[in-house]
């Protein structure tokens, strides 16, 4: 095998294509699929030397397999991150990287809009573990520093967030959190879901935060067809990470690894079309009579559109994503006969994918939440949540023009 070359020169396409070895071994250019759940060892020294924690023998799979460690390596250079850890889904690798930075009687500072599961999470098991989560308005991040205490062991935020596309300023969060911190004499570690950005549109990580945790189902993933989740971070958090990870279960499948590699090779290619097609179809949406309001952080519109173009599309990278939701003139009903009508966008859940995607949040990120839970997340009935895919920009126009009206 020839000598490593790390290639810091190289932009995010050309990272996200070859990882981390540009041209490693002269042997197939598609990554081998090693799917196996365990693995024989030369002799018994083997094991010694695995118990010892040597990384290159290979003992059983939920630890470790060489296909989910070439798509870390690769995550890694994608994410700007030290060292990442793939895990089964991104509800894995959000509550094991949570798991692993908090214990019983400590809190968590979060923002009150979040995915469905993760908020859930935060109401109904992590206070089973005696964990507590407070939270502190986006707008309001200057009033952070009230809520840390001698307890307080991290801060969690989702931005944009889903499904009304809010965001948090992740600059000034990370100031007002090393502020805060300096009272107790303690990092407080910083965790971004960065599901919906991706780190093509946006890398907390360069912006101060400690920990990014991302669904790889949805753009990274990119076709539908796989569930996974990553966290990225210091060789130290990935390894406190796994050691949850390996007791709770939540290990990444080598043939997912292998159809994640797969898709990394077209990441940057599909992100950058989505993001150009769904500030076209905001746009569009923004003026067609039968829409009362569009939520994209790309358009000037929107009320966090200078956080947008500070940490998002304006600042070197590459835009402001493929999720618009639009809310309707006409309330649920409206959202529902919409939704049903559409022939190219599909009704399902989900994003990130080739197909454009469409959904009601009250009937699925945010199902089962109480009307003030709703309010709380900025939800409404007669919102339609949109995953705008890979199809040409006017037979997506043509077919939400059609089904608005139908
Ligand atoms: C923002 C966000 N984070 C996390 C998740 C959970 O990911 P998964 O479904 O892969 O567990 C989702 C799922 O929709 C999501 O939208």
């Not at 009230?146 to 931005?159: F, G, I, M, P, Q």
């Not at 596309?165 to 990370?174: C, P, S």
């Not at 090779?265 to 309001?293: C, G, I, M, Y």
């Not at 939701?325 to 994003?351: F, I, Q």
Request: charged residues 20%.
């Amino acid at each position: 095998m020839r000598k490593q070359r790390h290639a810091p020169v190289h932009g995010l396409a050309t990272r996200a294509i070859h990882g981390v070895h540009l041209h490693p071994y002269q042997g197939p250019v598609a990554p081998p699929l090693v799917q196996t759940s365990t693995y024989r060892f030369a002799n018994s020294h083997d094991a010694v030397r695995s118990a010892q924690g040597d990384p290159d023998v290979f003992v059983y799979t939920r630890y470790h397999n060489p296909t989910v460690r070439q798509a870390q390596e690769h995550l890694a250079e994608v994410m700007g991150a030290e060292k990442t850890l793939l895990l089964s889904s991104g509800m894995a690798a959000i509550t094991s990287a949570i798991l692993a930075a908090v214990e019983t009687g400590e809190e968590i500072i979060s923002t009150p809009a979040l995915y469905g599961g993760t908020y859930r999470f935060f109401r109904d098991i992590l206070p089973r573990h005696g964990i507590t989560v407070r939270y502190v308005p986006p707008d309001r991040l200057e009033t952070l520093s009230k809520l840390v205490s001698s307890s307080t062991r991290l801060v969690y935020v989702e931005t944009p967030t889903n499904p009304t596309l809010g965001l948090v300023d992740l600059k000034l969060l990370v100031h007002e959190v090393r502020k805060a911190q300096r009272r107790f004499g303690r990092r407080i570690p910083i965790m971004v879901d960065n599901t919906f950005a991706t780190s093509r549109n946006q890398r907390p990580l360069a912006l101060g935060a400690d920990i990014v945790v991302e669904s790889a189902t949805k753009y990274l993933g990119g076709h539908s067809d796989l569930i996974a989740g990553v966290v990225a971070g210091s060789a130290r958090t990935i390894a406190e990470t796994h050691f949850q990870m390996k007791y709770y279960g939540g290990c990444a499948d080598p043939f997912v690894a292998f159809l994640l590699l797969r898709s990394l090779k077209t990441f940057a290619l599909r992100v950058d079309r989505q993001n150009a097609s769904a500030l076209a179809l905001a746009e569009f949406l923004e003026h067609h009579p039968r829409v009362r309001r569009v939520y994209y952080p790309g358009l000037p519109s929107h009320p966090h559109h200078a956080i947008a173009r500070q940490q998002m599309g304006g600042n070197g990278v590459s835009g402001y994503g493929g999720m618009v939701t639009a809310e309707l003139k006409g309330g649920l009903r409206a959202a529902v006969k919409t939704c049903d009508a559409l022939h190219v966008a599909v009704n399902a859940m989900s994003l990130g994918g080739a197909e454009t995607l469409v959904s009601i949040p009250v009937y699925s990120s945010h199902v089962n939440m109480s009307s003030r839970e709703l309010r709380q997340h900025g939800v409404t009935p007669g919102m339609i949540r949109i995953s705008v895919g890979l199809e040409e920009i006017e037979d997506l126009k043509r077919d939400f023009d059609a089904a608005l009206v139908s």
